[in-house]
């Protein structure tokens, strides 16, 4: 079993819609969740980052931590085709494990 | 501020020939961090360093696989005797502390080595 499962996608949705990203893990150390975006043929950049368990809102991205049920979502409201990109979802325990887990990433596409 | 400078961008290699990838941290960082990304695949976490000192490489593969991050100038991850299964994204990243306080990390854009 991987530490991080994200389903690959593709996940395709028209403009406008809410998108709901996901990850499971399995390591409870896990204390720092992230959601990184990633467009083709580029580096992945940071988009959230939550601690612990909780919500997180900025602009029209929301991040949920669920720690009891190892679970992690990313919510994008008002989809844009800009929004098209891979979505990796990422955590790291907080004593000292300099390892960033990655899931494997899932592709959405914003259908204009 | 320049970001994180990656080079080169695509690198092609028979097998058995040496890989070089340069990573030049954000000006200010001091912690460097690489990565491989295999298609359809997340990152992995390969190496840590700060300058002149690796801090975790518990990621490397034992053999074949070398990084350094001197004084002056880049980290340069090496690979020696490639195979074709080396062929992948490799990504470094930087920050100006440790990853551990969550201090947000700036990736490149990559090196795409291509094994033939």
């Known amino acids: 079993q991987k530490e991080v499962e994200q389903d690959p996608g593709p996940l395709s949705v028209p403009e406008g819609a809410i998108v709901s990203l996901n990850c499971t893990y399995s390591n409870s150390a896990f204390q720092y969740f992230m959601w990184y975006r990633q467009y083709s043929r580029k580096g992945p950049e940071l988009l959230m980052y939550?601690?612990?368990?909780g919500n997180k809102e900025d602009g029209r991205f929301t991040a949920q931590v669920d720690k009891s049920s190892k679970y992690i979502s990313l919510f994008i409201r008002d989809s844009q085709p800009s929004d098209s990109a891979t979505y990796l979802c990422a955590m790291s325990a907080s004593t000292g494990g300099f390892k960033t887990i990655f899931g494997a990433g899932t592709r959405l596409f914003v259908k204009a | 501020n320049a970001g994180v400078m990656q080079n080169p961008r695509h690198l092609v290699r028979r097998r058995g020939q040496e890989a070089r990838l340069r990573c030049s941290p954000m000006k200010g960082h001091s912690h460097v961090y690489w990565y491989r990304q295999l298609p359809e695949e997340g990152l992995k976490f390969m190496v840590y360093l700060q300058k002149e000192n690796i801090i975790d490489e518990s990621g490397m593969p034992k053999e074949r696989f070398s990084a350094e991050f001197p004084k002056e100038g880049p980290s340069i991850l090496r690979i020696q005797q490639v195979v074709r299964g080396d062929s992948a994204a490799y990504f470094c990243?930087?920050?100006?502390?440790?990853?551990?306080?969550?201090?947000?990390?700036?990736f490149g854009q990559g090196t795409r080595l291509t094994v033939v």
């Open positions: 939550t601690y612990s368990s």
């Open positions: 990243a930087s920050s100006p502390s440790g990853f551990r306080e969550n201090t947000e990390a700036f």
